[in-house]
Every structure is written in structure tokens, then in C-alpha cells.
């Protein structure tokens, strides 16, 4: 029986004092940082919740709206939705 994983997440972030990994069950999220990369262009680092476990990261919306805007600023926003690119670091450097 699968549930709304949405809200199981929030569930345990309400009653515990952590966040369990809502891809793996298992593992707890900590806070640190992702080095985020969009079409092998490093777009800097940011604030996420990261698995313990299955090394799954999070972001909330205000950091994924941050991630947008870098990938915007740096014109790769939008090219994975024109063409499946492979993801060739080689064609950036
Ligand atoms: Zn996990």
C-alpha cells in the first residue's frame, strides 16, 4: 500500500526531531551542501537535506527556485527540454 509520500515526509519532520529520507525510508536527512552541476556547468553550492543512506539530496523551493536562476543566468536553463542531451561534460570545456 503506497501512501502520499508528501505528507509521511512532513509527518516526520513534525514528530521527530529529523527528516527521514522519503526515496529510501531508511536513511535521515542532514543538512549540508550540494554542488549542483546542470549540462557539466558547475552552478555553485546550495543548502540541501542529504540522505545519510542513499545520498538522495533535497532542496526546497526557495533553493530550487535559486538553482533556476543560476541555470538561467548561465543560458543552460531550458536546453534539456528542446533536445535529450547526453550529458557530455567534453561539449562545455
Ligand atoms: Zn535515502
Known amino acids: 500500500m503506497k501512501q502520499k509520500k508528501s505528507e509521511r515526509f512532513l509527518c516526520a519532520q513534525k514528530s521527530k526531531g529529523f527528516l527521514t529520507c522519503p526515496m529510501c525510508e531508511e536513511g535521515t536527512l542532514t543538512e549540508g551542501k550540494i554542488r549542483e552541476n546542470?549540462?557539466?556547468?558547475?552552478?555553485?553550492?546550495?543548502?540541501?537535506?542529504?540522505?545519510?543512506?542513499?545520498?538522495?539530496?533535497?532542496?526546497?523551493?526557495?533553493?530550487?527556485?535559486?538553482?533556476?536562476?543560476?541555470?538561467?543566468?548561465?543560458?543552460?536553463w531550458g536546453l534539456g527540454r528542446k533536445t535529450k542531451i547526453s550529458f557530455s561534460t567534453s561539449v562545455f570545456h
Open 38 to 76: 546542470m549540462f557539466g556547468v558547475y552552478l555553485g553550492e546550495f543548502p540541501a537535506e542529504i540522505c545519510n543512506k542513499c545520498g538522495e539530496s533535497f532542496t526546497d523551493d526557495k533553493t530550487t527556485n535559486a538553482i533556476q536562476e543560476s541555470a538561467k543566468r548561465k543560458g543552460i
